[in-house]
């Protein structure tokens, strides 16, 4: 079975641009969430989707967004990028209500 | 809010030595599960080991095992007869359940050498 596969590994953006980051989730997983990972502040929850709805949000600004589509595979957007958005993204998915989060392995996004 | 706390920010130790990781977390849950993922240089997150707070038996997984001290509200990561491949970050973290309406929260990262 593939594992989550995100797009693409690295992005160089300048700020006040947008990106679009990718994810697809292994083969049956409903449920993808996204998470920041930067030097200081560690791991940090940015949302989850479950069969296209958001389910949950974390203490992010309106900047980041995410969808999630009919085949599970989920975009997330950042506008109006900052420096401080300068992180590892990463994605990760699950299936059965049970079962763990299952990682892929990241988009380096650097903004100069 | 539950928080997630590792005091050890890096860590090295030989290889074959054993090795303690530390987290501590808060909540006023009864129930939750807590987890510890590694990520390696390639980036990707792994699920290392995974213990539900009703189970008073400490998780075990080959060389991996944690003691978990629901009381102290802790759970630290023994791992035993280190090798290189265990060259990584690892992450504790806290779900209040296992439902996807939860939030998982990580602690800030040990990053752990394995020195040869």
């Known amino acids: 079975k593939a594992g989550v596969t995100q797009t693409p590994r690295y992005l160089i953006k300048t700020r006040g641009q947008q990106v679009t980051l990718s994810c697809s989730p292994i083969?049956?997983?409903?449920?993808v969430s996204w998470y920041q990972q930067t030097p200081g502040q560690g791991l940090q929850f940015l949302f989850e989707?479950?069969?296209?709805?958001?389910?949950n949000k974390g203490n992010f600004p309106g900047r980041f967004s995410g969808r999630q589509f009919s085949n599970s595979r989920s975009e997330m957007n950042v506008s109006t990028l900052e420096l401080g958005d300068s992180a590892l993204y990463l994605c990760?998915?699950?299936?059965?209500?049970?079962?763990?989060?299952?990682f892929g392995n990241g988009t380096r996004l650097t903004v100069t | 809010a539950q928080t997630v706390t590792q005091s050890q920010p890096e860590m090295s130790v030989q290889e074959a030595e054993t090795v303690t990781l530390s987290c501590t977390y808060d909540t006023s849950e009864s129930n939750y599960y807590l987890f510890w993922y590694k990520q390696p240089p390639s980036r990707q997150m792994i699920l290392v080991i995974r213990q539900e707070a009703y189970k008073q038996q400490n998780a075990t997984e080959n060389r991996f095992s944690v003691n978990f001290q629901k009381a102290a509200k802790s759970f630290s990561l023994k791992i035993s007869d280190s090798q290189l491949g265990d060259t990584a970050m690892y992450f504790c973290?806290?779900?209040?359940?296992?439902?996807?309406?939860?939030?998982?929260?990580f602690g800030k990262g040990t990053r752990l050498h394995i020195l040869p």
């Open positions: 973290a806290f779900m209040k359940s296992l439902n996807r309406d939860d939030k998982i929260i």
């Open positions: 989707y479950f069969s296209e709805t958001q389910r």
């Open positions: 990760a998915s699950s299936g059965a209500a049970n079962s763990p989060l299952h």
């Open positions: 083969s049956g997983h409903r449920s």
